[in-house]
């Protein structure tokens, strides 16, 4: 039987290429998304020219009731083997001292408590073993002063719930692990209100450059996969040295 997994905000970016990754490796996948339907779709596309059964469902991570549907639609799919906890936000970048309330709560609701509804569930499902991997960020030891203090500390949490969650779940066969990308080429940046980070910032990176999402894609499938099947608790750094 295929494997199937989830993949949240598979839409763009880092989870879009994760998608068609992992389909091109013989997952059938739910990707989820927020808002953009035409993104959504066109991945969903790809993942059925791969061969494979898809469905794109829109559910924001921070909601119970959306989070449930999404796992219930999946099932539609097949026993589920794989979580990729990929959904996040940054706010606008700017001085600690002038983030907002409304900021702070939805970076830390998206990034944090999404984070931790979805793997609830997952491991609900997983009662023949599975693997999850959560997408971190190297700002978790960066700290990120002067651009989003917030988005690192949430980020800092989801390697200590990857932690936990690898000694809690292992005993059940399922493996939790985190990615933590460095600088990656998506509209991340733009939505943070500096379309130009990525390369402004690349030449303090020790490669010389921003990433690609499929870079990232390539290790997060990897600890999907079988080839990981003693890796659990890692939090594996994709960030050309930074
Ligand atoms: P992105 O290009 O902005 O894509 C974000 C994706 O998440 C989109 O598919 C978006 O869907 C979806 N999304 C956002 N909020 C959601 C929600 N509440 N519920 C469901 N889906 C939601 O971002 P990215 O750069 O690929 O980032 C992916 C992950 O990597 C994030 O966790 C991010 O923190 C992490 N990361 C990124 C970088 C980087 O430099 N790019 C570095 C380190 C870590 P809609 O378009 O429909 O809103």
Redesign the pocket.
């Known amino acids: 039987m295929a494997p199937v997994t989830i993949v949240?905000?598979?839409?763009?970016?880092?989870?879009?290429a994760t998608v068609r990754r992992l389909a091109a490796a013989g997952h059938d996948i739910a990707l989820?998304?927020?808002?953009?339907t035409d993104?959504?779709t066109a991945v969903l596309r790809d993942v059925h020219a791969a061969g494979r059964q898809g469905i794109a469902v829109p559910?924001?991570?921070?909601d119970p009731d959306q989070v449930a549907d999404l796992f219930d639609a999946a099932a539609a799919l097949g026993p589920l083997t794989g979580l990729v906890n990929?959904?996040?936000?940054?706010s606008t970048i700017g001085p600690f001292v002038d983030l907002t309330l409304a900021d702070l709560r939805r970076v830390v609701d998206?990034?944090l408590i999404?984070y931790i509804l979805c793997a609830q569930h997952a491991a609900r499902r997983m009662t023949s073993g599975g693997a999850i991997v959560n997408?971190?960020?190297?700002?978790a030891t960066l700290g990120s002063p002067g651009e989003y203090i917030h988005y690192a500390a949430a980020?800092a949490a989801t390697d200590t719930l990857t932690i936990g969650l690898s000694k809690e779940l292992g005993p059940h066969g399922i493996r939790v692990n985190a990615v933590?990308?460095?600088?990656?080429d998506?509209?991340?940046?733009a939505?943070s209100g500096a379309p130009d980070r990525?390369t402004r910032l690349a030449p303090g990176v020790p490669l010389g450059r921003p990433g690609q999402?499929d870079e990232v894609a390539a290790a997060i499938a990897w600890l999907l996969g079988p080839d990981a099947s003693y890796t659990t608790g890692a939090i594996l750094r994709v960030a050309g040295g930074r």
Not at 86 to 90: E, L, S
Not at 135 to 139: D, E, L
């Open positions: 949240t905000g598979g839409s763009r970016g880092i989870g879009a989820c998304y927020r808002a953009d993104a959504a559910a924001d991570t921070t990929n959904a996040g936000v940054t998206v990034n999404g997408v971190s960020s190297a700002a980020k933590s990308p460095g600088l990656i998506t509209e991340i940046h939505l990525a999402p």
